[in-house]
C-alpha cells in the first residue's frame, strides 16, 4: 500500500517538536544558575532525582521482560496474536520513558535558573519555567508522533493483512506506554508525596518552620519527589493518553470506512487524526511565544498569561481542522471537523472548570481557606465536599462532548445502523485527539508546576529574600492551578480516548476470532465469519446487554477497581510518610543545632526512605491493574470486559475529577492563607489548612491522576489479550 505525500508531515512535525525542544532546552542551559548555594542544592535535587529514575526502571524493565515473554508466546506460539506485538510494547514502553526522562533532567537543571531569574522580575522567573515546561510538552508530542510515524511506515511494509490490522496492532505500542506510565505515576506519586507529606507534618505543623526550610531533613527528597511524579510521571502519563487517542482514532478510521478501502477512504480515514496532532505541533508553538507577564501581576494575570497562549492555539488548530478534513477529502469532513470542535470546547471548559474550582481567585477555596478557622476538620470536610460537587461540570460536558461528536460524525443518524454506529465511533476518537493536539502547550502549563515549586525551595534554602520569595510563591500559586487544570485535561481525554478503545476492543476480538478461525452467527441467524460481522452482530452474539450479568459483573469489577487502585496507592503513600515523620523527628531530637541552624541534617536518609517506599509500593497495585483485565477476560468472557471497561471509565473518570480537584483546592487553600490571609503563616487557621494539604497530596498527585492511566491501561490490557480471551470461549 502506498504512503501519500502528505502522511510525510506527521514525521517532520516530529523533528520540529522535537528540535524545538532541544532549542528551548539550550536557552534554559544559558541562563545563570545564581550562586554557590543555589547550585548546590539543585544538584542534590538533580542526583536523587536521577538515582531514583534509575531505581524505578530496573524493576519496569524486569516487568516488561517478563509482559515480552508472554506476548512472544501468545504470537508465535499459541499463534493468536499478530508477531509484531512484543517489538511494538517494547517501543512504546521505551518512548514512555525517555519523555519523562527529558522531561525531569530538563525540571532539575531550571528550578535554580527559575529562582535566579526570578531575582529580576516576575516574568523573567515565568519565561524560564514555562519554556523550560514546554521542553516536556514538545518532547512527548515530537516522541508520540515519530513513534506511530516509525510504525505506520514498517507494519505497511510487511504486514500485508490490511489497515484494520496494522492499526490494532499498533494499539499494541500504546500499551506498553500505559504500563511504563503507570509505573513512572504510582511510583513517583508515592515518593513525591511520602516526602512532601512528612516534611509538613513535622516542619511546617510540628517544628513551625517554613516550607522549604533547609533545616527540615525532607526537603530535598520533597523536591526530588516534586520532579520524579510531576514531571517524570505525568509526561510518561501524556505520552500514552496522546499516542493512544491518535491509535485508537486510527483504528477506528479503518474500521468505519473498511468499505471504501478501494478509493482510498480508509487510508485517508487513518491518516487524518495523525494529520491534525501533526498541525497541532506547530499551533502549540504559536501559543508558547505568546505566554508573558508584567511585574506585580495577580494571579488573575497569571492565570490570562497562560490561558492566552493555550486558547490561540485551540483556536488556530479548530480552524486548522477543518482545512485538514476539506484538503483530505474524507467523507463527511464538515461533520468530523465539527467532532473536533467539540472535544477541544470539552478541553477548555473542563480546564476552566478546573480552575474555578481549585484557585484561590474564586469562592470554592476561598471557603476552604476560611474553614481553616474552626480547625483542620472542617478544612477536610469543605475540601471532599468541593470536590465531589466539582465533578458534575467535567462528567456533563464529557457526555455532552461525546454525544454531538457522535451526532457530527454519523451526520445526526439515530438509526443505530452499523455504518452510522461505526462513523459515530470515530467521532469521538477525533474529538479526542482534537483536546488533544495542542498538547504541546498543555503540557507545558503542567510541567512548569514543579518547575515553579523547586525554584520556591530553591530560593528558601538559599534564603534569597522576601521579594524573591514572593515571586517564586505567586509562580508556585499559579502552578498548583495549572496542575490541577492539566489533571483534569488529561483525565478528560481519557474518558473520551478509553470510549474508542472500547470500539478498538471489539475489533481485535473479531480479528483474533478471524485468525482462530471462529466462525459466528448475525443478527439474522446466519453463519458469518468475524470479519463480517457488524457491531450489532456482535452485540448480539456474545450477549452484550444490561440483562446479561456477565455484563454487569464486569461493571461493578470495573468501579470498583479504581476504588481499590486509589485505596491501595493513598495507604502507600501512609505508610511511606509514617517513616518519613519518624525518620524527621529522629533527626530533630538526636542531631545537635538542626533547628537552631547550627546542625546539618541528613537529607540523604529521607532520600533513601522514598526511594524504597516507592520502588516497593508501585509494584502490587500497577500488576493489579494488568491482572484484573485479564481475569475477567478468561471467567466471564467478552460480556465481561466490555462491562469492565465501562465501569472502570465511569467509575474511575468521576473519581480522579474528585480526587484531582478535592486536592488542587487543599493546596490553594493552604497558599491563601499563607499569603496573609485569615492569620497568615502560623496561624491556626494556616495548620489547618496544612492539614488539609496532606490529605490532598495523594488525591492530586498519587491516586488520582494515576487513574486516568488505569481506565486506558485495562482497555489496552484488553486489546493485547483478546486471544487469550478468545481461546476461553
Known amino acids: 500500500m502506498s504512503i501519500p505525500s502528505v502522511f510525510w508531515l506527521?514525521?517532520?512535525?516530529?523533528?520540529?517538536?522535537?528540535?524545538?525542544?532541544?532549542?528551548?532546552?539550550?536557552?534554559?542551559?544559558?541562563?545563570?544558575?545564581?550562586?554557590?548555594?543555589?547550585?548546590?542544592?539543585?544538584?542534590?535535587?538533580?542526583?536523587?532525582?536521577?538515582?531514583?529514575?534509575?531505581?524505578?526502571?530496573?524493576?519496569?524493565?524486569?516487568?516488561?521482560a517478563v509482559l515480552c515473554v508472554l506476548f512472544a508466546f501468545m504470537a508465535y506460539g499459541l499463534h493468536v496474536q499478530n508477531p509484531w506485538v512484543p517489538f511494538a510494547f517494547l517501543t512504546g514502553g521505551f518512548f514512555s520513558g525517555l519523555a519523562g526522562f527529558f522531561g525531569m533532567k530538563t525540571a532539575?537543571?531550571?528550578?535554580?535558573?527559575?529562582?535566579?531569574?526570578?531575582?529580576?522580575?516576575?516574568?523573567?522567573?515565568?519565561?524560564?519555567?514555562?519554556?523550560?515546561?514546554?521542553?516536556?510538552?514538545?518532547?512527548?508530542?515530537?516522541?508520540?508522533?515519530?513513534?506511530?510515524?516509525?510504525?505506520?511506515?514498517?507494519?505497511?511494509?510487511?504486514?500485508?493483512?490490511g489497515l484494520i490490522s496494522i492499526t490494532t496492532t499498533m494499539l499494541t505500542f500504546g500499551m506498553g506506554a500505559s504500563t511504563q506510565a503507570l509505573f513512572a505515576r504510582v511510583g513517583g506519586g508515592i515518593y513525591t508525596k511520602a516526602a512532601d507529606v512528612g516534611a509538613d507534618i513535622v516542619g511546617k505543623v510540628e517544628a513551625d518552620i517554613p516550607e522549604d526550610d533547609p533545616r527540615n531533613p525532607a526537603t530535598i527528597a520533597d523536591n526530588v519527589g516534586d520532579n520524579v511524579g510531576d514531571v517524570a510521571g505525568m509526561g510518561a502519563d501524556l505520552y500514552e493518553s496522546y499516542c493512544g487517542s491518535v491509535?485508537?482514532?486510527?483504528?477506528?478510521?479503518?474500521?468505519?470506512?473498511?468499505?471504501?478501502?478501494?478509493?482510498?477512504?480508509?487510508?485517508?480515514?487513518?491518516?487524518?487524526?495523525m494529520l491534525?496532532?501533526?498541525?497541532?505541533?506547530?499551533?502549540?508553538?504559536?501559543?508558547?511565544?505568546?505566554?508573558?507577564?508584567?511585574?506585580?501581576?495577580?494571579?488573575?494575570?497569571?492565570?490570562?498569561?497562560?490561558?492566552?497562549?493555550?486558547?490561540?492555539?485551540?483556536?488556530?488548530?479548530?480552524?486548522?481542522?477543518?482545512?485538514?478534513?476539506y484538503l483530505l477529502g474524507i467523507n463527511n469532513w464538515l461533520g468530523l471537523s465539527f467532532s473536533v470542535i467539540s472535544g477541544l470546547a470539552a478541553g477548555v471548559i473542563i480546564g476552566q472548570a478546573t480552575e474555578y474550582y481549585t484557585s484561590h481567585s474564586y469562592k470554592p477555596t476561598q471557603r476552604i481557606s476560611e474553614a481553616g478557622l474552626t480547625g483542620a476538620a472542617t478544612v477536610i470536610i469543605k475540601g471532599i465536599g468541593t470536590?465531589?460537587?466539582?465533578?458534575?461540570?467535567?462528567?456533563?460536558?464529557?457526555?455532552?462532548?461525546?454525544?454531538?461528536?457522535?451526532?457530527?460524525?454519523?451526520?445526526?443518524?439515530?438509526?443505530?445502523?452499523?455504518?452510522?454506529?461505526?462513523?459515530?465511533?470515530?467521532?469521538?476518537?477525533?474529538?479526542?485527539?482534537?483536546m488533544l493536539s495542542t498538547l504541546g502547550i498543555t503540557l507545558a502549563t503542567d510541567a512548569y508546576g514543579p518547575i515553579a515549586d523547586n525554584a520556591g525551595g530553591n530560593a528558601e534554602m538559599s534564603e534569597l529574600g522576601e521579594e524573591v520569595r514572593h515571586r517564586t510563591d505567586a509562580l508556585d500559586a499559579l502552578g498548583n492551578t495549572t496542575a490541577a487544570t492539566g489533571k483534569g485535561f488529561a483525565i478528560g481525554s481519557a474518558a473520551l480516548t478509553a470510549l474508542a478503545l472500547l470500539a478498538s476492543y471489539i475489533e481485535e476480538i473479531k480479528i483474533a476470532m478471524q485468525r482462530a478461525g471462529i466462525m459466528m452467527e448475525n443478527v439474522k441467524g446466519e453463519l458469518i465469519s468475524a470479519s463480517q460481522a457488524t457491531i450489532p452482530d456482535f452485540m448480539n452474539y456474545f450477549q452484550v446487554n444490561l440483562m446479561n450479568p456477565k455484563v454487569l459483573v464486569g461493571a461493578f469489577i470495573g468501579a470498583m477497581a479504581a476504588f481499590l487502585f486509589c485505596g491501595l496507592t493513598m495507604e502507600a503513600v501512609g505508610r511511606a510518610a509514617q517513616k518519613m515523620v519518624e525518620e524527621v523527628r529522629r533527626q530533630f531530637r538526636e542531631i545537635p543545632g538542626i533547628l537552631e541552624g547550627?546542625?546539618?541534617?541528613?537529607?540523604?536518609?529521607?532520600?533513601?526512605?522514598?526511594?524504597?517506599?516507592?520502588?516497593?509500593?508501585?509494584?502490587?497495585?500497577?500488576?493489579?491493574?494488568?491482572?484484573?483485565?485479564?481475569?475477567?477476560?478468561?471467567?466471564?468472557?467478552?460480556?465481561?470486559?466490555?462491562?469492565?471497561?465501562?465501569?472502570?471509565?465511569?467509575?474511575?473518570?468521576?473519581?480522579?475529577?474528585?480526587?484531582?480537584?478535592?486536592?488542587?483546592?487543599w493546596d490553594n487553600a493552604k497558599k491563601m492563607v499563607e499569603e496573609g490571609n485569615f492569620g497568615g503563616k502560623g496561624s491556626f487557621a494556616h495548620k489547618a489548612t496544612i492539614v488539609g494539604d496532606t490529605v490532598g497530596d495523594?488525591?492530586?498527585?498519587?491516586?488520582?491522576?494515576?487513574?486516568?492511566?488505569?481506565?486506558?491501561?485495562?482497555?489496552?490490557?484488553?486489546?493485547?489479550?483478546?486471544?487469550?480471551?478468545?481461546?476461553?470461549?
Request: proline share 3%.
Open 10 to 64: 506527521v514525521p517532520v512535525a516530529s523533528i520540529v517538536a522535537l528540535g524545538m525542544a532541544f532549542f528551548f532546552f539550550r536557552q534554559m542551559m544559558g541562563e545563570d544558575e545564581g550562586t554557590p548555594r543555589m547550585r548546590e542544592i539543585a544538584l542534590y535535587v538533580r542526583r536523587g532525582a536521577m538515582a531514583y529514575l534509575k531505581q524505578q526502571y530496573k524493576v519496569v524493565g524486569i516487568v516488561f
Open 108 to 161: 532539575t537543571y531550571a528550578s535554580a535558573r527559575t529562582a535566579n531569574a526570578a531575582r529580576k522580575s516576575l516574568d523573567s522567573g515565568l519565561k524560564v519555567a514555562f519554556r523550560s515546561g514546554a521542553v516536556m510538552g514538545l518532547t512527548v508530542v515530537g516522541l508520540g508522533l515519530l513513534d506511530i510515524a516509525i510504525w505506520f511506515v514498517v507494519l505497511n511494509i510487511f504486514d500485508s493483512d
Open 247 to 273: 491509535l485508537s482514532t486510527a483504528a477506528l478510521g479503518a474500521s468505519a470506512f473498511a468499505a471504501s478501502a478501494a478509493d482510498g477512504m480508509q487510508l485517508k480515514a487513518v491518516i487524518a487524526p
Open 276 to 325: 491534525i496532532a501533526a498541525v497541532g505541533v506547530f499551533l502549540s508553538l504559536i501559543g508558547i511565544f505568546l505566554v508573558r507577564t508584567k511585574e506585580g501581576a495577580t494571579m488573575k494575570d497569571l492565570l490570562h498569561s497562560l490561558s492566552l497562549g493555550t486558547n490561540v492555539s485551540a483556536v488556530l488548530i479548530a480552524a486548522a481542522t477543518f482545512a485538514i478534513l
Open 387 to 434: 470536590g465531589m460537587i466539582s465533578t458534575c461540570i467535567p462528567v456533563i460536558t464529557i457526555g455532552v462532548a461525546i454525544m454531538l461528536s457522535y451526532a457530527f460524525a454519523n451526520g445526526f443518524d439515530l438509526s443505530m445502523s452499523s455504518e452510522s454506529l461505526a462513523h459515530g465511533l470515530y467521532g469521538i476518537g477525533i474529538a479526542a485527539v482534537g
Open 598 to 665: 547550627k546542625g546539618t541534617p541528613d537529607y540523604g536518609s529521607c532520600v533513601e526512605i522514598s526511594t524504597r517506599a516507592a520502588q516497593r509500593e508501585m509494584i502490587f497495585p500497577s500488576l493489579l491493574a494488568i491482572a484484573i483485565p485479564i481475569v475477567v477476560g478468561i471467567v466471564l468472557g467478552v460480556a465481561g470486559v466490555l462491562g469492565l471497561l465501562v465501569g472502570g471509565l465511569a467509575g474511575g473518570f468521576t473519581l480522579a475529577v474528585f480526587m484531582a480537584n478535592a486536592g488542587g483546592a
Open 698 to 729: 495523594p488525591f492530586k498527585d498519587t491516586s488520582g491522576p494515576s487513574l486516568n492511566i488505569l481506565i486506558k491501561l485495562m482497555s489496552m490490557v484488553s486489546i493485547v489479550m483478546a486471544g487469550l480471551t478468545i481461546l476461553f470461549i
